[in-house]
């Protein structure tokens, strides 16, 4: 099983500032397949990356995805007010599927 | 468009079967390629990978709920049902379905709150 750590646990920022958030995977995610979903409280998650660097649809280009081996990474390049909320890491490129433990943007 | 909600008991007492419905619409289960999975997420906790189903009928389960999930389709209704056996309190959790890319969840139904309590 892929574990996924995320860090940090939690991240306090300001509006325009820009977050980066951690996405280790224990081994090699094949393919690259690895997305990052955003959940606000109350809502389901909605994906805003897939494949390590693929936007999904309606997402805005100040988010973005990168990977350095088994270390990824979304960026959000300025933060907006609606941006604060919890980001997961998911490894879909074997089964079992597994999800990181999630990481809070809060407003600083 | 796809949409995906799900339905079940709000309440089931300890040891009790869970039976959760998806209803979707938007694609079809007959269709190639084309599969639905469960995550479930326990209330302030992380996301947790439970089950998926194919068109063809392939499945996967989460290795430690495997002897306890069934996961089947009605291709005629637009449903997938997923059951629990001999569920716990630690089963409680808001349970989502989703449509598959692959292996990518990439929609996601609203959830829906399930409580293990005596």
């Known amino acids: 099983e892929i574990v996924l750590t995320q860090s940090p646990g939690t991240l306090s920022l300001s509006p325009g500032q820009r977050a980066t958030l951690s996405c280790r995977a224990s081994?090699?995610?094949?393919?690259?397949?690895l997305a990052w979903y955003q959940q606000k409280p109350g809502q389901a998650p909605r994906l805003l990356i897939y494949?390590?660097?693929s936007r999904a649809t309606g997402i805005p280009d100040r988010f973005s995805g990168s990977e350095s081996g088994t270390d990824f990474t979304l960026t959000i390049s300025r933060l907006e007010p609606e941006d604060f909320a919890v980001y997961y890491c998911h490894q879909y490129a074997f089964s079992p599927l597994t999800f990181g433990q999630g990481t809070k943007v809060e407003i600083k | 468009q796809i949409t995906l909600k799900e339905s079940g008991p709000i309440l089931v007492k300890p040891t009790q079967t869970l039976t959760l419905t998806c209803t979707f619409s938007g694609f079809s289960l007959s269709t190639s390629a084309v599969g639905v999975g469960w995550i479930r997420q326990p209330p302030g906790k992380a996301l947790e990978w439970l089950a998926l189903l194919y068109w063809n009928d392939d499945n996967h389960f989460s290795p430690s709920l495997k002897t306890r999930l069934t996961i089947t389709k009605d291709t005629s209704k637009n449903q997938v049902v997923l059951r629990m056996t001999n569920v716990d309190p630690t089963d409680t959790a808001t349970y989502y379905c989703?449509?598959?890319?692959?292996?990518?969840?990439?929609?996601w139904g609203q959830g829906t709150p399930v409580s293990v309590s005596s």
């Open positions: 989703t449509h598959l890319a692959g292996w990518l969840s990439d929609s």
């Open positions: 494949n390590t660097y």
């Open positions: 081994q090699s995610v094949g393919n690259n397949y």
